[in-house]
């Protein structure tokens, strides 16, 4: 089992930026590549980013490439979430997920853990 408690989300003007956090506790944290996901009403879920285990690879949503960025910090368990130039259709809640291969992926079905979510609101 990892738990995956994320954090950081909250109200924000359009062109602001947030540092969304997620914590891993559990089985050894560097087995897993690590997604952000979010979710806004009446919508599915969809794919933000990822990272591989080491950290070495990351893959961005064509909607977000160049303004997020993900990185990751295995001594801490840690996994990070940049969101600069943020939009009011940014606005959604943010998952943390963990997937227990190598290489990143798009599919939530390829992730087996997920954190509870934080909000994000971007005003315009």
């Keep these: 089992q990892v738990q ?3 954090s950081g989300g909250g109200l924000v003007q359009a062109g602001g930026s947030l540092r ?3 914590a891993a506790s559990g089985r ?3 087995n897993y590549a690590m997604g952000w996901f979010r979710q806004a009403p009446g919508k599915e879920r969809e794919f933000v980013t990822a990272i591989t285990r080491s950290g070495g690879s990351t893959d961005y949503a064509t ?3 160049g303004r997020f960025t993900i990185s990751r910090d295995n001594a801490n368990n840690m996994v990070y979430l940049q969101m600069n130039s943020l939009k009011p259709e940014d606005t ?3 998952y ?3 997937a227990n291969r190598y290489s990143s992926s798009r599919s939530p ?5 997920w954190g509870q979510g ?3 609101t971007v005003s315009s």
């Design 4 to 6: 995956l408690v994320e």
């Design 20 to 22: 969304l956090s997620c």
């Design 28 to 30: 050894t944290f560097s």
């Design 63 to 65: 909607s977000v490439k």
């Design 92 to 94: 959604a809640v943010y």
């Design 96 to 98: 943390c997920a963990a």
């Design 109 to 113: 079905n390829d992730y087996a853990y």
């Design 118 to 120: 934080t909000q994000v």
